[in-house]
């Protein structure tokens, strides 16, 4: 009996030890269950830091692009503006201005500067008064006829070199906006 119970007692040891073993990978499980997560946890931070850090880039450079665009379409509508006015100075106006008007009629050249003007900056009496003026034949107009192309062709000047200090103006903005792209695609690259 004694030998059974020496046995049982000896089964009853192995149990324990083994009950201590387990219990032993146990609280080593959970200590490297702790610093996995804290190594997670870690390592989320940085990621959402960098998902931060992305996100403001490209925002960034959304917007820088939004205001490249922007400004190139007025750096854009300038030179347009410009170049019609250019033309319309030296084409049509002088055309009008000499009486000779070639194939065309007064009217049709008169027509094709009309919406030019809408760009100068004319009072309503000389607004009012151009048409009059300029579809005169140069021997029909009087001293106010002239006096208003005259002014005409001044505003035509002014718009133009106004226009023209816009677009040198514009040049370094358009290079700045350019760099400030080219800097958050940069960024974007980098986060």
């Known amino acids: 009996m004694q030998a059974s119970l020496d046995a049982e007692n000896e089964k009853v040891a192995g149990s324990e030890a083994k009950k201590l073993e387990l219990e032993e990978n146990i609280q080593a499980a959970e200590v490297a269950l702790t610093k996995a997560q804290s190594v997670t946890a ?13 996100q403001a880039a490209n925002a960034e450079l959304t917007q820088a692009r939004e205001a490249q665009k922007a400004g190139d379409a007025a750096q854009a509508l300038a030179q347009m503006d410009e170049e019609a006015l250019e033309a319309a100075l030296v084409g049509d106006l002088v055309k009008l201005k000499s009486g000779d008007v070639g194939d065309a009629t007064p009217d049709v050249l ?14 309503a009496s000389l607004r009012s008064a151009t048409k009059p003026a300029l579809l005169n034949t140069p021997m029909g107009r009087g001293v106010f006829d002239k006096k208003v192309i005259e002014e005409l062709e001044n505003s035509f000047t002014a718009k133009v070199e106004q226009l023209n200090r816009v677009l040198a103006d514009g040049q370094p903005a358009t290079d700045a ?15």
Do not use: F, G, I
């Not at 870690?42 to 992305?54: F, I, K, M, P």
């Not at 008169?110 to 009072?123: A, C, G, I, R, V």
């Not at 760099?179 to 960024?187: G, I, N, T």
């Open 42 to 54: 870690a390592h989320q931070a940085e990621l959402n830091l960098a998902c931060s850090a992305t």
């Open 110 to 123: 008169y027509q094709k500067l009309e919406p030019l003007l809408l760009k100068l900056e004319l009072d």
């Open 177 to 191: 906006r350019v760099a400030l792209v080219a800097e958050a695609e940069h960024k974007v690259a980098d986060a």
